[in-house]
């Protein structure tokens, strides 16, 4: 009599036994390429126990990887049943793949809203978890707007400055030639006006051109440094009425850069800032906050970054007024009469030369311009 063939169907090499409840998962290899994703991912079992949680996923919740595994991942939502939900089905093989939108709890924060895709993983018992912060997209794509607008405007100025420059030389050469042969005193005085009317237009371009026109001189430098020389600065523009106040972290690395560039950034935005405090001035309590800090595992002009110095430049002016909020590092924008519009724009480029991006919140009683630049 033949024996019977087993019954039972063979497993295949990525089917492996699922770990006890509550026991500390062992970690695949192929996970730890998760934690190089600017996006939230957790690997989570049917059950939804958390197997691996990346890098951007601790940052996110507010803990270790490892008070993450081994619980419901569920747990780590307001409303737990949709996740419950959308692993049943995919254990069931019901998808292949579900969305929903959720709010995910936070340690000592808000929760936040964020988008959740739900699909089968590697293994046999696992499914994979990803979720898009949806404050986090909006932030990239207003991140990537401010990049693509930022190089649009330098090759719009570099032509504008250039088709302005060359007439503008023979305008003024051809008041002082005109002045040579005018003898009467009051008519000097309209070729004058040209004259000095092409002088500061003159001035203007050569500002316009300023950023492209002087190569980076790279080297290591602190930051701290910078931000020293931007108060001396100010103190001496400023002698009375404005506290310039240092939360300075002296742990932060050296950085490669050009450091009289970043010193123009910095202090373009102080000296804004302290024009703004005319109010304040006078009523004796105008503050300036220069405050440095390392933000960890951050993405920012379409890249992530494990280490990026944070620089803050904060006061408690008026505000930006809502006019030109959304236009505040196009170049000849001013909130301020008489103001030129270009110190914003120039900062700007002088960031993204390092390879970093400036961002903006203001309310009244207090702006904050934050300077993000990757650190080595």
Same mark, same amino acid.
């Given at each position: 009599?033949?024996?019977?063939?087993?019954?039972?169907?063979?497993?295949?090499?990525?089917?492996?036994?699922?770990?006890?409840?509550?026991?500390?998962?062992?970690?695949?290899?192929?996970?730890?390429?998760?934690?190089?994703?600017?996006?939230?991912?957790?690997?989570?079992?049917?059950?939804?126990?958390?197997?691996?949680?990346?890098?951007?996923?601790?940052?996110?919740?507010?803990?270790?990887?490892?008070?993450?595994?081994?619980?419901?991942?569920?747990?780590?939502?307001?409303?737990?049943?949709?996740?419950?939900?959308?692993?049943?089905?995919?254990?069931? =093989?019901?998808?292949?793949?579900?969305?929903?939108?959720?709010?995910?709890?936070?340690?000592?924060?808000?929760?936040?809203?964020?988008?959740?895709?739900?699909?089968?993983?590697?293994?046999?018992?696992?499914?994979?978890?990803?979720?898009?912060?949806?404050?986090?997209?909006?932030?990239?794509?207003?991140?990537?707007?401010?990049?693509?607008?930022?190089?649009? =405007?330098?090759?719009?100025?570099?032509?504008?400055?250039?088709?302005?420059?060359?007439?503008?030389?023979?305008?003024?050469?051809?008041?002082?030639?005109?002045?040579?042969?005018?003898?009467?005193?009051?008519? =000097?005085?309209?070729?004058?006006?040209?004259?000095?009317?092409?002088?500061?237009?003159?001035?203007?371009?050569?500002?316009?051109?300023?950023?492209?026109?002087?190569?980076?001189?790279?080297?290591?430098?602190?930051?701290?440094?910078?931000?020293?020389?931007?108060?001396?600065?100010?103190?001496?523009?400023?002698?009375?009425?404005?506290?310039?106040?240092?939360?300075?972290?002296?742990?932060?690395?050296?950085?490669?850069?050009?450091?009289?560039?970043?010193?123009?950034?910095?202090? =373009?935005?102080?000296?804004?800032?302290?024009?703004?405090?005319?109010?304040?001035?006078?009523?004796?309590?105008?503050?300036?906050?220069?405050?440095?800090?390392?933000?960890?595992?951050?993405?920012?002009?379409?890249?992530?970054?494990?280490?990026?110095?944070?620089?803050?430049?904060?006061?408690?002016?008026?505000?930006?007024?809502?006019?030109?909020?959304?236009?505040?590092?196009?170049?000849?924008?001013?909130?301020?009469?008489?103001?030129?519009?270009?110190?914003?724009?120039?900062?700007?480029?002088?960031?993204?030369?390092?390879?970093?991006?400036?961002?903006?919140?203001?309310?009244?009683?207090?702006?904050?311009?934050?300077?993000?630049?990757?650190?080595?």
């Amino acid at each position: 009599m033949k024996a019977k063939p087993p019954t039972g169907k063979k497993k295949s090499p990525t089917q492996q036994p699922a770990p006890a409840l509550g026991a500390r998962p062992q970690i695949h290899p192929e996970w730890q390429v998760l934690d190089y994703l600017a996006t939230l991912v957790a690997v989570v079992r049917f059950d939804g126990q958390v197997l691996y949680a990346n890098a951007a996923l601790e940052d996110a919740i507010g803990m270790s990887r490892r008070s993450i595994e081994a619980v419901e991942f569920a747990g780590f939502f307001v409303d737990p049943a949709p996740l419950r939900q959308a692993l049943a089905g995919a254990k069931d =093989n019901v998808f292949a793949a579900i969305r929903y939108d959720a709010m995910l709890k936070r340690v000592n924060h808000e929760a936040v809203p964020v988008h959740v895709i739900v699909a089968q993983g590697m293994q046999a018992h696992e499914a994979l978890v990803e979720l898009l912060p949806l404050e986090q997209q909006a932030k990239q794509d207003r991140e990537e707007r401010l990049v693509d607008q930022a190089l649009a =405007n330098k090759e719009l100025i570099r032509n504008l400055a250039h088709e302005i420059k060359n007439p503008l030389g023979g305008i003024r050469g051809a008041a002082q030639l005109l002045e040579m042969e005018i003898n009467a005193r009051e008519l =000097n005085e309209y070729t004058q006006v040209i004259i000095r009317e092409a002088d500061r237009l003159q001035t203007l371009v050569d500002r316009l051109l300023a950023p492209h026109r002087r190569a980076q001189v790279v080297a290591d430098l602190n930051i701290h440094e910078v931000c020293e020389r931007v108060r001396s600065l100010i103190v001496a523009e400023f002698p009375k009425g404005i506290r310039v106040q240092r939360d300075y972290d002296t742990s932060i690395p050296e950085l490669r850069g050009d450091r009289e560039q970043l010193i123009q950034a910095v202090l =373009n935005i102080a000296h804004n800032a302290a024009q703004a405090l005319t109010e304040r001035i006078q009523a004796g309590d105008a503050c300036i906050t220069f405050m440095t800090r390392i933000a960890r595992q951050v993405t920012f002009g379409k890249q992530r970054y494990r280490l990026a110095l944070e620089l803050h430049v904060i006061d408690n002016g008026p505000g930006i007024p809502e006019a030109i909020k959304d236009r505040l590092f196009y170049p000849l924008v001013s909130g301020r009469d008489g103001g030129s519009g270009l110190g914003l724009n120039l900062a700007q480029t002088f960031v993204q030369q390092h390879h970093g991006l400036i961002e903006c919140e203001s309310v009244p009683g207090r702006t904050d311009f934050k300077i993000l630049i990757p650190l080595p």
